[in-house]
């Protein structure tokens, strides 16, 4: 069972990870250290010094890319939403199959791990149990899905107009079920229900989808 802390500060300022830098950046080896530490452990059982071991890095360079462990919180989140799009769930939006297709194949491809490079890693996504302890990294996953999530909304809407969709469907409505299926996907590999939760929820939205077709 997944505990929540109550160790919660308010949100920091961050600066942005922009373009990962190669493998043998410091800074790239303290965000994939942090990212794994807190998929496993949970962020408030991860100490900077578990950090440091994991990174092989030292403590002043961590602190000269990293205010606080909360920076690293912040980073770990957005590294996953990169992985996300890197590893095939965005690309779908953009082809020219019909529009439930492209959903259909979002949902195939969104995954309960990423995988990190250069070590290969499978992790376990973090954004869905950060949220839970924290309001700052529910915000900032929440903002980092929202451009994904539009992009459902204007692919949806334009498949309306095409007429590949019935009309009475409502395209924000179906965009945000989506996202919400990914988050309940996330959360039952946590709670160890991953292959029951996740077939049963991808099945049961494909049925949906596949009614508003045209």
């Not at 919660?8 to 794994?36: H, N």
């Amino acid at each position: 069972m997944l505990g929540l802390d109550t160790d919660v500060r308010g949100v920091v300022g961050y600066r942005p990870i922009g373009q990962m830098p190669s493998p043998q950046d410091p800074r790239k080896r303290l965000v994939e250290a942090a990212f794994r530490l807190f998929a496993s452990r949970g962020y408030y059982h991860t100490s900077i010094a578990d950090i440091l071991r994991e990174s092989g890095c030292k403590r002043g360079t961590l602190y000269h890319y990293f205010l606080s462990k909360e920076e690293l919180g912040y980073a770990a989140i957005d590294e996953q939403i990169r992985l996300l799009r890197e590893q095939g769930v965005a690309s779908h939006l953009y082809t020219s199959e019909h529009p439930i297709d492209r959903l259909h194949k979002v949902l195939d491809d969104m995954p309960n791990r990423v995988r990190l490079a250069p070590t290969g890693d499978l992790v376990l996504g973090i954004g869905a149990r950060m949220a839970c302890v924290h309001e700052g990294f529910r915000q900032r996953l929440q903002a980092s899905l929202a451009p994904l999530i539009e992009q459902m909304e204007r692919m949806l809407r334009k498949g309306i107009a095409d007429g590949q969709i019935v009309d009475s469907a409502d395209p924000r409505q179906l965009a945000h079920v989506a996202a919400i299926v990914g988050h309940g996907i996330q959360m039952a590999a946590l709670l160890g229900q991953e292959d029951v939760v996740s077939e049963d929820a991808r099945r049961w939205i494909k049925d949906y989808l596949n009614s508003l077709r045209r």
